[in-house]
């Protein structure tokens, strides 16, 4: 089973920029790869997608416009561009792969992934 490392979070304020990336072991196979976001009190939430055989993607309707997920195969790793950021963007956000062999709930349903980094904060100031 492989690893997942998130790296990018930061402090900045509304309107501002930021990239996350994943860092995934080359053991790490997966349907697709997602990134989740879980502030304080809420439910982890799906961001973004990306499958792994075509590159398409998904998107949480909250984030559509704004961030775009994409992976560079040479590096193992998964990017998550993050633009006109709110202060409700305001989260940790999670790398997450889903090994072979689970069950399917959706691209961006956290039952359906079985690999979880440790997540990056990121913080949006108004």
């Known amino acids: 089973e492989g690893q997942l490392v998130e790296s990018g979070g930061g402090s900045v304020q509304a309107g501002g920029s930021l990239r996350l990336s994943c860092s995934a072991s080359?053991?790490?196979?997966?349907?697709?790869f997602s990134w989740f976001r879980q502030a304080p009190g809420k439910e982890r939430e799906g961001v973004a997608a990306?499958?792994?055989?075509?590159?398409?993607?998904v998107y949480a309707d909250s984030v559509k416009g704004r961030f775009t997920i994409s992976r560079d195969n040479t590096k193992n790793t998964v990017y998550l561009q993050m633009n006109s950021l709110k202060p409700e963007d305001t989260a940790v956000y999670y790398c997450?792969?889903?090994?072979?062999?689970?069950?399917?709930?959706?691209?961006?349903?956290?039952?359906?992934?079985?690999?979880w980094g440790r997540g990056t904060q990121v913080t949006v100031s108004s």
């Open positions: 080359r053991d790490t196979y997966s349907r697709q």
């Open positions: 997450a792969a889903d090994a072979p062999g689970g069950t399917w709930y959706g691209p961006l349903s956290p039952r359906t992934y079985n690999i």
């Open positions: 990306i499958y792994t055989g075509d590159s398409s993607t």
